[in-house]
């Protein structure tokens, strides 16, 4: 048996396919002629972007958009001019083509590594694939056929990188399993968006299994089990079964409303990140955005957006939900979300330090601009302003001053929008949940975001192992949190939603059920195994459920308990 992380749901039961790294060793040489060398580096690229685009096609009608455009970022990677131009340099300095693409793709590798932060981290792993591409062009070496892989493959691969999954037939590759790779990483992200059971991160794969022998991958949990003994094959066999019928059953929930055994009815929302998302999220049958992550739109380029790039972006987005709520939460820089070009100084304690709403409030141009493309899009949908990080009165009131001040100039230019917009303010701060009866007066509505919320209350780190036993939502001082933020906002008559991961967990479903959420935002995958779960719970018995974990006292009781009636 071997371990690794589980990051895309299922069981994969197969025979293994080992993909080597391709052998692309070269011997530097001095070269005179440069003008040739660069046109042979030119050539490369344009077959490198002819391949990309054919790979890109393939996966946009076997994936998805998101997905295809991750590969077609690369294209733009490498026809940057700043990383093109370099590379020219090492050839005019008479280097070969391909110690110039690598020695420039390494600085780029060197550099994106170095900030230690997950996104930008992806960089380095998609200009990795961009190197090995390239010099497999330069050298012409064929790359290997992935989709020549036969039924019931489980495919090892030391880093599943985009350009692999292009040649990924989902019929017949039953498993993923990486040596490298986390929750978040492009290999996780297009192994769920397949719907292939993956594990990631697990040492020496690739020198501990041989082509051929047969595996299984828990995608759940992280185990790869070898030489299966019938026993084990067979409840395996029946797990997977039992996985694939509760899939096929979910699509029963597709297009119903969400409403609870005893006829509550309940906003269903997903997460999302970008105006893409919102189509996925419609196709998943969302009933809204709960929460838009802005930050997407300000990570991955060397400047601010402006006012009508933000603008066309949540435009977007609402004219896909055609009339249904999108919540757009405004910037939470900082803390686990880095934008290098804000240049924010170090800090010692990031997550409490200058962020989110505090970096808004004081860099207000920066902040107006956001609100007046939220504002501006508000004529196009039912769109929603949310603050994150709030942990004062004071925050939310300025805030809300400058959507007044926005709006006014909004109204002398003859902009349209909605003058009652409503602004919402994100719990997700013990401070936030202690004053929520203060909030709940002056707020329009209130989403709780459980993942920060978390690590607030129970100071911890959530990505910090040696402290992640104490970072649960089941944790009693969270949910007293929880509860108390909700009755607070029903006492107020606002809605209150939940957007942390925690509102997709069948174990919180009857605990806010109880307490009174109206909305739950999930990621849209989530839906319809949410809708089925919330569908199965009376009030009453939510009601008994929440009564006996509000009198428990620790994390494993209530947690112990929980799974025996979910
Ligand atoms: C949260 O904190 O629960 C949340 C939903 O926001 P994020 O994960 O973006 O911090
Ligand atoms: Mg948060």
Same mark, same amino acid.
């Given at each position: 048996?071997?371990?690794?992380?589980?990051?895309?749901?299922?069981?994969?039961?197969?025979? %293994?396919?080992?993909?080597?790294?391709?052998?692309?060793?070269?011997?530097?040489?001095?070269?005179?002629?440069?003008?040739?060398?660069?046109?042979?580096?030119?050539?490369?690229?344009?077959?490198?972007?002819?391949?990309?685009?054919?790979?890109?096609?393939?996966?946009?009608?076997?994936?998805?958009?998101?997905?295809?455009?991750?590969?077609?970022?690369? +294209?733009?990677?490498?026809?940057?001019?700043?990383?093109?131009?370099?590379?020219? !340099?090492?050839?005019?300095?008479?280097?070969? $083509?391909?110690?110039?693409?690598?020695?420039?793709?390494?600085?780029?590798?060197?550099?994106?590594? &170095?900030?230690?932060?997950?996104?930008?981290?992806?960089?380095?792993?998609?200009?990795?694939? +961009?190197?090995?591409?390239? /010099? &497999?062009?330069?050298?012409?070496?064929?790359?290997?056929?992935?989709?020549?892989?036969?039924?019931?493959?489980?495919?090892?691969?030391?880093?599943?990188?985009?350009?692999?999954?292009?040649?990924?037939?989902?019929? !017949?590759?039953?498993?993923?399993?990486?040596?490298?790779?986390?929750?978040?990483?492009?290999?996780?992200?297009?192994?769920?968006?397949?719907?292939?059971?993956?594990?990631?991160?697990?040492?020496?794969?690739?020198?501990?299994?041989s082509s051929g022998e047969q595996i299984i991958v828990d995608g759940f949990n992280g185990d790869v089990v070898t030489a299966p003994a019938q026993d084990t094959l067979d409840e395996y066999v029946a797990?997977?079964?039992?996985?694939?019928?509760?899939?096929?059953?979910?699509?029963?929930?597709?297009?119903? #409303?969400?409403?609870?055994?005893?006829?509550?009815?309940?906003?269903?929302?997903? =997460? +999302?990140?970008?105006?893409?998302?919102?189509?996925? &999220?419609?196709?998943?049958?969302?009933?809204? %955005?709960?929460?838009?992550?802005?930050?997407?739109?300000?990570?991955?380029?060397? $400047?601010?957006?402006?006012?009508?790039?933000?603008?066309?972006?949540?435009?977007?987005?609402?004219?896909?939900?055609?009339?249904?709520?999108l919540i757009i939460r405004t910037l939470d820089i900082g803390g686990d979300k880095e934008i290098p070009y804000l240049g924010l100084e170090k800090e010692e304690n990031p997550f409490m330090g200058f962020? $989110? +709403?505090?970096?808004?409030?004081?860099?207000?141009?920066?902040?107006?601009?956001?609100?007046?493309?939220?504002?501006?899009?508000?004529?196009?949908?039912?769109?929603?302003?949310?603050?994150?990080?709030?942990?004062?009165?004071?925050?939310?009131?300025?805030?809300?001053?400058?959507?007044?001040?926005?709006?006014?100039?909004?109204?002398?230019?003859?902009?349209?929008? =909605?003058?009652?917009?409503?602004?919402?303010?994100?719990?997700?701060?013990?401070?936030?949940?202690?004053?929520?009866?203060? /909030?709940?007066?002056?707020?329009?509505?209130?989403?709780?975001?459980?993942?920060?919320?978390?690590?607030?209350?129970?100071?911890?780190?959530?990505? !910090?192992?040696?402290?992640?036993?104490?970072?649960? *939502?089941?944790?009693?001082?969270?949910?007293?949190?929880?509860?108390?933020?909700?009755?607070?906002?029903?006492?107020?008559?606002?809605?209150?939603?939940?957007?942390?991961?925690?509102?997709?967990? #069948?174990?919180?479903? *009857?605990?806010?059920?109880?307490?009174?959420?109206?909305?739950?935002?999930?990621?849209?995958?989530?839906?319809?195994?949410?809708?089925?779960?919330? $569908?199965?719970?009376?009030?009453?018995?939510?009601?008994?459920?929440?009564?006996? %974990?509000?009198?428990?006292?620790?994390?494993?009781?209530?947690?112990?308990?929980?799974?025996?009636?979910?």
């Amino acid at each position: 048996m071997m371990k690794g992380l589980g990051v895309s749901d299922g069981y994969g039961i197969g025979r %293994v396919m080992l993909i080597l790294d391709q052998k692309l060793d070269y011997t530097p040489r001095e070269i005179a002629d440069v003008d040739a060398e660069i046109a042979r580096f030119h050539d490369a690229i344009d077959q490198f972007t002819k391949n990309t685009l054919e790979q890109a096609d393939a996966v946009r009608k076997s994936t998805g958009d998101k997905e295809a455009e991750i590969l077609e970022g690369h +294209i733009a990677i490498i026809a940057d001019p700043f990383m093109k131009g370099e590379i020219e !340099n090492l050839i005019k300095a008479h280097q070969c $083509a391909e110690t110039a693409v690598e020695q420039i793709c390494q600085m780029f590798i060197d550099m994106f590594t &170095a900030t230690g932060d997950d996104l930008t981290m992806q960089r380095a792993a998609d200009v990795k694939d +961009i190197r090995d591409s390239l /010099l &497999a062009i330069l050298l012409g070496v064929q790359e290997v056929k992935i989709s020549d892989a036969p039924e019931g493959t489980v495919l090892v691969v030391r880093e599943l990188t985009p350009s692999m999954t292009a040649g990924i037939k989902k019929e !017949n590759i039953v498993g993923i399993i990486a040596e490298t790779g986390s929750q978040t990483s492009h290999s996780a992200i297009l192994a769920r968006a397949m719907e292939i059971p993956a594990v990631l991160s697990v040492p020496n794969a690739l020198s501990q299994l041989s082509s051929g022998e047969q595996i299984i991958v828990d995608g759940f949990n992280g185990d790869v089990v070898t030489a299966p003994a019938q026993d084990t094959l067979d409840e395996y066999v029946a797990k997977r079964d039992t996985f694939l019928r509760e899939k096929r059953e979910l699509e029963l929930y597709r297009g119903k #409303p969400t409403v609870s055994a005893s006829g509550e009815t309940y906003e269903l929302c997903c =997460n +999302i990140g970008t105006p893409k998302d919102a189509a996925k &999220a419609m196709e998943k049958d969302g009933e809204g %955005v709960g929460l838009f992550r802005t930050e997407f739109l300000f990570m991955d380029r060397t $400047a601010l957006p402006t006012e009508d790039e933000q603008f066309e972006a949540y435009k977007t987005a609402a004219v896909v939900l055609k009339g249904k709520p999108l919540i757009i939460r405004t910037l939470d820089i900082g803390g686990d979300k880095e934008i290098p070009y804000l240049g924010l100084e170090k800090e010692e304690n990031p997550f409490m330090g200058f962020r $989110a +709403i505090r970096y808004c409030l004081k860099h207000r141009d920066m902040f107006k601009s956001q609100i007046k493309a939220i504002l501006r899009a508000s004529a196009f949908g039912d769109v929603r302003i949310m603050f994150p990080l709030i942990t004062a009165v004071e925050e939310l009131r300025e805030g809300k001053a400058l959507v007044e001040e926005a709006k006014s100039d909004l109204r002398a230019s003859g902009i349209e929008f =909605n003058e009652n917009i409503p602004v919402g303010v994100m719990t997700e701060t013990s401070a936030s949940g202690v004053i929520a009866d203060l /909030l709940a007066k002056e707020a329009d509505f209130f989403s709780i975001g459980t993942n920060d919320l978390t690590g607030y209350t129970m100071a911890c780190d959530r990505g !910090n192992s040696d402290v992640g036993y104490l970072y649960s *939502p089941f944790q009693p001082s969270v949910l007293r949190l929880i509860k108390s933020i909700i009755e607070n906002g029903v006492r107020a008559g606002i809605p209150v939603g939940m957007c942390g991961e925690a509102a997709a967990n #069948p174990m919180m479903v *009857p605990l806010l059920i109880s307490f009174g959420l109206t909305e739950f935002s999930v990621s849209a995958v989530s839906v319809l195994k949410v809708r089925k779960c919330i $569908a199965n719970w009376t009030k009453d018995e939510a009601d008994k459920v929440a009564e006996k %974990v509000m009198s428990m006292a620790t994390e494993k009781e209530i947690t112990d308990y929980l799974k025996t009636v979910i």
